[in-house]
Nanobody
Framework: QLQLVESGGGLVQPGGSLRLSCAASGEGLDWDAIFWFRQAPGKEREGISCISASGSNTHYADSVKGRFTISRDSRDNASVSVYLQMSDLRPEDTAIYYC????????????????????WGKGALVNVSS
């Protein structure tokens, strides 16, 4: 059983920056790719970024490519922090942001289009507004 806790959400003006954190704890995290999803009001959930279990590969949805950066800090196989640095934020980035994990047999791959995850956090609200 893994636990995921997001933090760092809040209100930011258009063009601003924000960094989200995901604190993941539990056994076996060195075999988990970690993902960021978001869901805006009235819209479907969207996978926006992932980082492989090894931390060597990252992928982004077109909607955030060039503006968001994902990174991973693995203290040990039971405690990992994943960050989402968001820049040049736009009103359409307003959403609840979730981190999630998916176990993998290949540590250096992740698929940003994957939807079926093993564990989810409760989410953090990002509101981009002037």
């Amino acid at each position: 059983q893994l636990q995921l806790v997001e933090s760092g959400g809040g209100l930011v003006q258009p063009g601003g920056s924000l960094r989200l954190s995901c604190a993941a704890s539990g056994e076996g995290l060195d075999w988990d790719a970690i993902f960021w999803f978001r869901q805006a009001p009235g819209k479907e959930r969207e996978g926006i970024s992932c980082i492989s279990a090894s931390g060597s590969n990252t992928h982004y949805a077109d909607s955030v490519k060039g503006r968001f950066t994902i990174s991973r800090d693995s203290r040990d196989n039971a405690s990992v922090s994943v960050y989402l640095q968001m820049s040049d934020l736009r009103p359409e980035d307003t959403a609840i942001y979730y981190c999630a994990t998916k176990s993998t047999f290949v540590r250096n791959l992740c698929d940003v289009g994957a939807q079926s995850m093993d564990f989810w956090g409760k989410g953090a609200l990002v509101n981009v507004s002037s």
